[in-house]
């Protein structure tokens, strides 16, 4: 069985840092795209990050562009999404994701198979 355990989110001050992980469980990492969601109460879930599996590449929303890093370690069959410079707008429920052909024709795919539980992060201080 596919599955994407994520670490637990936290409470963190304005400014402060705080890594994500997300680890594969049943396949590996190698030949999957990766995608990196959040979802704010009472907004739409939006994609912030992916990696291209065929390419390496590796994309971000303008909202986080400088601030995360998404990375992966295929070795672990985790993948990470560091965050520095956090804001409160940045409070939202994070998830990661993986597919062998995910769909979506923005500037990263955004429906995939396989989906992380969620993990919470809150900016406050």
């Known amino acids: 069985q596919l599955q994407l355990a994520q670490s637990e989110g936290d409470l963190v001050q304005p400014g402060g840092s705080l890594t994500l992980s997300c680890e594969a469980s049943?396949?590996?990492?190698?030949?999957?795209?990766l995608g990196w969601f959040r979802q704010a109460p009472g907004k739409e879930r939006e994609i912030i990050s992916c990696?291209?599996?065929?390419?390496?590449?590796?994309n971000y929303a303008d909202s986080v562009k400088g601030r995360f890093t998404m990375s992966t370690d295929n070795a672990k069959r985790t993948v990470y999404l560091q965050m520095s410079n956090l804001k409160p707008e940045d409070t939202a429920t994070y998830y990661c994701?993986?597919?062998?052909?995910?769909?979506?024709?923005?500037?990263?795919?955004?429906?995939?198979?396989?989906w992380g539980q969620g993990s919470q992060v809150t900016v406050s201080s």
């Open positions: 994701a993986a597919d062998l052909f995910p769909h979506g024709t923005g500037w990263c795919p955004d429906l995939y198979a396989y």
């Open positions: 049943g396949f590996t990492l190698d030949y999957y795209h």
């Open positions: 990696i291209n599996a065929v390419d390496g590449t590796t």
